[in-house]
């Protein structure tokens, strides 16, 4: 079954601040993390990813953290805009799994004006 | 820069009914592969290929059928469509199967 989830379904923020979307895996053997954002109506966009011999990597606005002793993925936006406003997935890659990826069930993330 | 494209966008089908929903790359991606999404849930994988003449099954196979026969193309057909598989359908492409992959704009099917 499923090893991926998110803790928070939903998360609302302020317009201007930072948000912080969380993911927990449970496969060791995972060796590639990546992040998706769904607008409505639209296919997923990537937006950043990370191996595991990496603990964060930095995009324009956007960091992913990983956090292997814990089993830990995070995606962190910076001065959140309205644009950001949509469903974001994360994904592992399982080395036991023919290099599939597997998503979890995404949260929804509403920037408030 | 088409991407990944993905017909039709829309579909309803009657139970029993046969159809293909089509997907093209012009990216020159090795690995492509079809996904499954439905409420509350994650995106699933049905079928990929990680090249022209090569498909394997994902964790969602049953009542799919895929095909290969160029780099470009990678048609889904539900042979006889079932309420069940009333979902959403993305294809998407990558230049390897351990790289990030690219989503076409999905299609809507509801089966009656």
């Known amino acids: 079954g499923e090893s991926v989830g998110l803790h928070l379904p939903t998360l609302s923020v302020q317009e201007g601040d930072n948000s912080i979307i969380n993911c927990a895996y449970s496969?060791?053997?995972?060796?590639?993390f990546i992040w998706y954002k769904q607008e409505s109506g639209k296919g997923p966009q990537f937006i950043i990813d990370i191996r595991s011999n990496m603990d964060k990597r930095q995009g324009q606005r956007v960091t992913v953290l990983l956090n292997k002793t814990v089993k830990h993925l995070s995606l962190q936006i910076a001065a959140t805009q309205p644009g950001d406003s949509a469903v974001y997935f994360c994904a592992e890659r399982r080395m036991d799994s023919s290099y599939k990826l597997i998503f979890g069930s995404g949260t929804r993330l509403l920037v408030r004006p | 820069n088409a991407g990944v494209t993905q017909t039709p966008k829309f579909q309803v089908l009657k139970t029993g009914q046969s159809m293909t929903l089509q997907c093209a790359q012009d990216?020159?991606?090795?690995?492509m592969s079809w996904y499954r999404q439905d409420p509350g849930m994650g995106l699933r994988l049905i079928h990929y290929?990680?090249?022209?003449?090569?498909?394997d099954q994902g964790e969602v196979p049953n009542g799919y059928n895929v095909s290969r026969s160029t780099t470009e193309d990678f048609p889904l057909r539900l042979l006889s469509a079932a309420p069940s598989q009333t979902s959403v359908y993305f294809c998407a492409s990558s230049s390897g199967i351990r790289e990030k992959l690219f989503f076409g704009s999905g299609t809507q099917l509801s089966v009656l």
């Open positions: 496969n060791s053997a995972s060796d590639y």
């Open positions: 990216m020159n991606h090795e690995y």
């Open positions: 290929s990680v090249g022209a003449g090569i498909t």
